[in-house]
Each structure stands twice: as C-alpha cells, then as structure tokens.
C-alpha cells in the first residue's frame, strides 16, 4: 500500500470525453483519486454512493476517476464503455484511461474500487475501502469509511486509524504478450 504522508503522483492521461487532464490542473481542495472500472461488480455496486458523495462534497472536494484495466481482457472497460458509465451516472468529474498502466503502478493500486485521499497540499491522507458493504450481502453501500476519512480531515484531526485496505476485482494487468 502506498504509504501515508506520500506526495501525490504527477500525471496526465486522456479523459475518456475527449483531451487530457493532469494534476496540474488541481487547486488546494483535497482530491480523491478512484481507482475504478465499468465492469466490476464491486464497482458497480458503489456507483450510487459515489455519485451521492460527489454531490455532497462538490464544493470542498476535487475527484478523479482512472480505468487502468486492460481492455485486451477486459473491453468492456475500454474508454467508450467508462464514457457510457460516467454519462449514465452523472459524473462531472474527470474519467482517465490508463492505458499502460503506469498511475495504477505509481499508486500501488490494486482493486476496483481503490480510493486514495489526498489532503489540500497533496499529501496521502486515506486509501482503504469505501466502507463495508460488499456485493454480495445486504448491506447498501454508503462510503462511511471515506467519509469519516473526510470528516477528520474537515475537522483537522490525524487521518483515520486502522484503515481498512480496498476490497474488489483486481486491476487488470497487461499480460506480456497482449
């Protein structure tokens, strides 16, 4: 796991609605880096809870969302495919394709959904679980994890302790011969 106090990552990649963004187009709010996907099941069954988490922090938090699955496995995450999702949803935060994988790789990010908080001076506060509901239970998805990671943030507090590490799909990897 990416080690807490750790500088976010400089990068630019292609949003999958058209250009490309980078971190140097962030402000001093704090960012939340997602790791995510289209196919997923795990994925999508957070999509409403982040959805409703963009809304409730639009103002005092930038997002990022990265695909970094290889669509040679898996082309149902390929960039036309996160492009229907984001639309579907309603995300109007930027939607990334890592297409050889080297921000999953800088980030240490392992699963779909694999969130990474990051304080206003860019320095990793959060990366663990959303929260602990999981697909295959009962329980609806909330992101209380992150937003307690959020709340000690607001309130100036130390990052929260234990952090529970994502649970999900793998990323998936290139193989050595696509």
């Not at 999953?104 to 663990?128: E, N, Q, S, W």
Request: proline share 8%; hydrophobic share 40%.
């Amino acid at each position: 796991m990416l080690p807490l106090g750790t500088e976010l990552p400089s990068f630019e990649l292609p949003d999958v609605g058209g250009g490309c963004w980078s971190t140097s187009e962030l402000d001093d709010r704090p960012l939340l880096v997602l790791f995510i996907c289209a196919h997923c099941p795990y994925v999508k069954h957070v999509e409403a809870s982040l959805t409703a988490l963009a809304a409730d922090f639009a103002a005092t938090l930038q997002i990022v969302a990265i695909s970094s699955n290889s669509v040679f496995t898996h082309p149902q995450d390929a960039p036309e495919q996160l492009l229907a999702q984001q639309q579907r949803l309603g995300w109007s935060f930027p939607y990334l394709y890592d297409r050889d994988q080297a921000v999953a790789k800088a980030f240490h990010a392992a699963c779909t959904p694999d969130p990474y908080l990051f304080d206003g001076d860019k320095r990793l506060i959060y990366r663990g679980q959303l929260d602990d509901s999981r697909p295959s239970g009962d329980q609806t998805s909330d992101c209380a994890d992150l937003r307690r990671a959020l709340a000690a943030l607001e309130a100036g507090q130390s990052p929260i302790d234990p952090q529970t590490p994502a649970v999900g799909c793998n990323i998936k990897w290139h193989s050595e011969s696509p």
